[in-house]
């Protein structure tokens, strides 16, 4: 009789992806969804759409809604978000959601309080806090340099314990899905350090082709993304993650994949290689 009326809660349950066509977001839903559970996508291009800045437009994507997993547009660390967090958690609150899992970032102090205006909200919550994406290389800002075969960054010789995304995915579905999750705290990080010019050694290895890191002054780096045509938020959080975030203050490993999956996260030579079998590193003719 338990066993059945799990089933039906579990039925009954409806998920909010918001950030669904992102990183994290995307393979979260999939996930989802391959598990049989009921998501709704929420991003500007779904129906109902989501916008951030778009309060009016919360409403519609909460209705029904049990749980959510909160990906924020950009970063936490931007100016505001913590005012937007709060706002959407008592909106949450206000519509019966009964789970919070937040995607937040290490060594972030705006992040940290994002963090705790969702554990005090009278809601169960997970919190999963995230390192350096693998994935950056291949899905982000980076992928070019790597295509060009230079990583070109203000970035010195700080390690940093890159995490892969898929890991990522997997710990918020177990939050989402499982029991005992809830009020944990998981700071997800690689196996390993890994340097900028320790990436660019691997990145050679896995696609047989010469990767090298360059270091360049911050300047030089943001006036290169500025004249790249990014928005004006992608310069900010570039200039905010080299010159505060990257100063060595994460650089050590953390427990939360084996906590949460109770399996070692995947390693970043791994990563490599499997996205070496496919086009993304290939040079345009």
């Known amino acids: ?20 066509t992102g990183k994290t977001g995307s393979r979260v839903a999939s996930r989802l969804t391959a598990l049989g559970r009921t998501i709704r996508k929420g ?6 759409a989501f916008d951030w800045n778009r309060e009016a437009s919360w409403d519609a994507c909460l209705d029904g809604v049990t749980s959510i997993y909160i990906n ?3 970063d936490l660390a931007i100016d505001g978000s913590t005012d937007t967090i709060r706002t959407f958690v008592n909106k949450a609150k206000s519509h019966g959601v009964r789970h919070l899992v937040l995607l937040s ?4 102090e705006e992040a940290q309080a994002c963090e705790r ?3 005090e909200s009278g809601i169960d919550w997970t919190i999963v806090r995230a390192s350096w994406f693998n994935q950056n290389f291949s899905e982000g800002a980076f992928i070019t340099m790597v295509q060009a075969g230079k990583i070109t960054l203000p970035a010195g010789d700080i390690a940093e314990p890159f995490v892969d995304v898929d890991d990522i995915a997997d710990v918020v579905v177990a939050a989402l899905t499982q029991p005992g999750h809830a009020g944990q705290v998981y700071e997800v990080t690689g196996p390993r350090l890994l340097t900028f010019a320790d990436v660019a050694a691997e990145l050679s290895r896995a696609t047989g082709q010469p990767v090298e890191y360059e270091e360049v ?3 030089e780096f943001l006036k290169s993304v500025e004249n790249s045509g990014a928005p004006k938020e992608v310069v900010w959080i570039m200039d905010y993650l080299f010159s505060t975030v990257l100063d060595g203050r994460n650089a050590h490993l953390c427990d939360g994949i084996e906590r949460a999956l109770g399996r070692p996260p995947k390693d970043f030579a791994q990563y490599a290689r ?3 079998t496919t086009a993304t590193w290939r040079k345009s003719a």
């Open 1 to 20: 009789m338990k066993s059945e009326e799990s089933h039906q809660a579990n039925q009954s349950d409806l998920t909010l992806v918001i950030g669904a």
């Open 72 to 74: 924020y547009a950009g």
């Open 217 to 219: 002054s911050h300047d």
């Open 117 to 119: 205006i969702v554990q």
């Open 274 to 276: 499997e996205v070496a």
């Open 43 to 48: 991003s500007r291009s779904t129906t109902p």
């Open 105 to 108: 970032g290490r060594g972030e």
